[in-house]
C-alpha cells in the first residue's frame, strides 16, 4: 500500500554544515536580536525565542544570498514533485507551437527544463523575507499548534503566503522537532536539512523545545506574487 501523500518535504544537505555552523557563530556574537514575535506580537507562552530579521540588513546580505539560493533549488523540486502548487491557485497558460494558448498541465512539469521551470516559478512566486531563530534549550520554543496564514494585516500580505520553510543550522540537541498535527509527523532537525510545507491549517505545525542544547533555525515563507504582477 502506497504511503499518504502529506506535501512535507525534507531535502537533506540543502547547505553544507560549515555554512551552518558559520551562520550559528554570528548569530550567537550578534547585538540586534530581538524577542520571538508571531501574528499579533510578542507572546512568549506562545514563541519563546531570539530572532533577527536578516533580509533587507546589508551585513547578513552574503547569509540572506546563500540560503535564498538554496531554497530556491527546494521549491524547484517541490514544484516538479507537486506542479499543483502552481496550476491549481492560478490556471496557468502558454503559448503552444502554433502560437496559441492552452493551459499547463501537470505532466509539462516534467518535461519543462530547469530554466524554464525556474522563469515560471520566479513569475508566479517570490521569497519572503529570511528570520534566524535561536530557541535555548529547555525553554525555547514555538509550542502552540498555528499554521502560517492569518488575515490581520490590511493588505493581506500574510494570506500570499503559499509555503513555509525552514533549514535547520544545527543538531547537537534532543528534541525540538517541527511537529505536525494532522499528519501525525515530527521532522528531525539535522543541519543543512530544509524542510518545505504548505502554510495553511491543514499543516497546523509546532517547534518543540530542544533540550540539552541550543536549537538555531532560518525560516520564512513562500508567497504568491501581488496580484498586479500576476495579472496586470
Known sequence: MEPAIDFI??????????????????LRGSDTLQPGRVGGGVHPELKRSRDLRISGDASWA?????????????????????PQVLISPLMLQRHDAGGGLRRLQADDFATMDDPSLAELARTCLRPGAINLQWYSAGEGGYPYWHCELYP??????????HLLWTLYLNEDFAEGETEFLFQQRKIKPRAGSLLIAPTAFTHTHRGNRPQGGDKFIATSWILFQPADKLYG
Open 152 to 161: 490581520r494585516d490590511p493588505g493581506a500580505e500574510t494570506l500570499h503566503r
Open 9 to 26: 518535504e525534507v531535502i537533506e544537505d540543502a547547505i553544507d554544515r560549515d555554512t551552518c555552523a558559520a551562520i550559528v557563530t554570528r
Open 62 to 82: 552574503d547569509v540572506d544570498r546563500r540560503l535564498q539560493e538554496a531554497v530556491f533549488v527546494g521549491v524547484l523540486g517541490y514544484l516538479r514533485k507537486y
